[in-house]
């Protein structure tokens, strides 16, 4: 970190505070500036405070706030369950947004994995912008998505809203999915940090590259590094889609970290028209995965039904995206 002061500042106190706590401070003078250059891990340092220092005119982080998500992965294959990860790139998830019954689940998870799905997503627990829109089956959802992903050798995945729910979602589910409302939820961040179940961490649609990535070092500073990034799209002024899909932010986390990162394309799109093209897009960019919704009636779903692609659209949808596997 470099601290860049006025020459006329107190940088002697600033600098004994500094060695006191535990940093090597060098000082350069230059022109009508004295730049402090601390050595040590400085991601504790809080700029916003330090910036407070009479004198202080910029703060210049040498290096990312985050020191477990942009390291090499040192702990072996990824395995989800008896799987390696790896083995399943680019990982394809799909399903229905909500879980609505144990037969339309069912019927899904038998069409997507015929279509070449890895995993089974379904909400059971759903956060809806309204309180009167429809809010999952909770607990029954769950295990009617367990079974289903069972059934057809699929994994599972569903969002979890609160900590206190942790238990039954390990009993239940192979993933456990944050969503973007919950991206900086940090109690929930924490308890899943402790869970040895891999986690799904969306991206925030208001939130930036690095602020996902903190909320990812949160889980790995607790102890969980079996993390996958999902890039969902942010909200800007652009009315075309619900949100604008941020390709080159899936690049910037994947340069940044060894962790996987997969685009969700249905909720940015917000329209099943856009999936198919932001999809192709996504792995030919290098994306590691998609998540898709997928439902066999969205004219009847309770939830999302306009982005969601009927399951031949879905099948089409995969076999078009061999070609762009192959040039990723």
Known sequence: MIIVMEKTSDCATLETYLTEK???VHSLEGGDEILLHLIGDTTALEIQSLSSYEGVRKIVRTKAPYRYVNKPRTSGPFLIGERRLDDMLPLYIAGPCSVESKEQILHIAEKVKEAGAHALRGG???????????????????QHLKSAAKAHGLLSISEIVDKEDLPLFEDTVDIIQIGARNMQNFSLLKALGKSSKPVLLKRGFANTVEEWLLSAEYLMMHGNDKIILCERGIRTFEPSSRHTLDLGGMLAAKQTTHLPVI??????AGDYRLVEGLSKASIAAG???????????????????????????FAKLIRSLKAFEEHN
């Open 263 to 268: 685009v969700d394309p249905s909720h940015a």
């Open 22 to 24: 535990g940093y090597e």
């Open 287 to 313: 994306a590691d995965g998609l998540m898709i919704e997928v439902h066999d009636k969205p004219f009847q779903a309770l939830s999302d039904g306009a982005q969601s692609l009927k399951p031949k659209r």
């Open 124 to 142: 059971a627990f759903k956060p809806r912008s309204s309180p009167h829109s429809f809010q999952g089956l909770h607990k029954e959802g769950l």
